[in-house]
């Protein structure tokens, strides 16, 4: 069975910094999707940055960029130049390709809060 | 604008009462899911739909019910057997087939326990 690990539940960061968000996942798969989704207290769910485990190239997206490490497993999220808005739950998500296709494993999330 | 609608957006249930959640989306996705989040937890699978007519159990599929009679709509009954439904209900979509395509978010029905 697929699991995804954050091992930081919670996060602080000054206004303009940089942080990063860790996660890690174990899977027997080869093919597979990754995902970082923000909640801001809204609560509604946002994509910010996704992965295909073929690609090499780590993925960016404006301020936010992952750091996937497929032999370790390990897929970070960077956050530049941190702004008050980027405050909310951030959930590291993995999919794989074949079978129930599109069913996301979620961790259980870091609370970032981003202070001026 | 296409997108996923919940409803409602607070839910209060009665000791052996049955409630059910409402979600609706015009994306014209195949795919639709139910998932449950409580507090430091993440996101977990109740059920899901990759077509209608057809819907499998998720990882915590036990007190709870759904159907797929239309592509638009699944919603969620949660039984008097789900012992501690208290939480907070997230629907998703997205296209059949296509894991490299996010998952559509609805806002959020917060079901509680009179």
């Known amino acids: 069975a697929q699991t995804v690990t954050q091992s930081q539940p919670e996060m602080s960061v000054q206004e303009a910094e940089t942080v990063t968000l860790s996660c890690t996942y174990d899977?027997?798969?080869?093919?597979?999707?990754l995902f970082w989704y923000k909640q801001p207290p809204s609560r509604q769910m946002i994509l910010v940055i996704r992965q295909e485990a073929y690609k090499q190239q780590n993925a960016t997206e404006n301020r936010f960029s992952v750091n996937f490490q497929k032999a370790a497993k390990s897929f970070s999220l960077k956050i530049s130049d941190s702004q008050l808005g980027d405050t909310a739950m951030y959930f590291c998500a993995f999919t794989r390709l074949g079978g129930s296709q599109g069913n996301l494993i979620f961790g259980k999330g870091t609370k970032l809060s981003v202070k001026p | 604008d296409g997108g996923i609608t919940q409803s409602p957006k607070y839910l209060f249930r009665k000791e052996g009462q049955n409630v059910t959640l409402s979600c609706e989306q015009n994306?014209?996705?195949?795919?639709m899911y139910w998932y449950r989040q409580d507090p430091g937890q993440g996101l977990r699978l109740i059920y899901y739909s990759q077509i209608v007519n057809d819907f499998q159990k998720g990882d915590i599929a036990e007190g709870y019910s759904v159907s797929r009679e239309k592509k638009e709509s699944f919603p969620l009954t949660v039984t008097s057997a789900q012992k501690n439904p208290t939480a907070f209900y997230l629907c998703?979509?997205?296209?059949?087939?296509?894991?490299?395509?996010?998952?559509?978010f609805g806002d959020g029905t917060r079901l509680s326990i009179l």
């Open positions: 998703a979509s997205s296209p059949r087939g296509a894991a490299n395509q996010p998952q559509h």
């Open positions: 994306l014209n996705h195949d795919a």
């Open positions: 899977t027997s798969e080869n093919n597979y999707y």
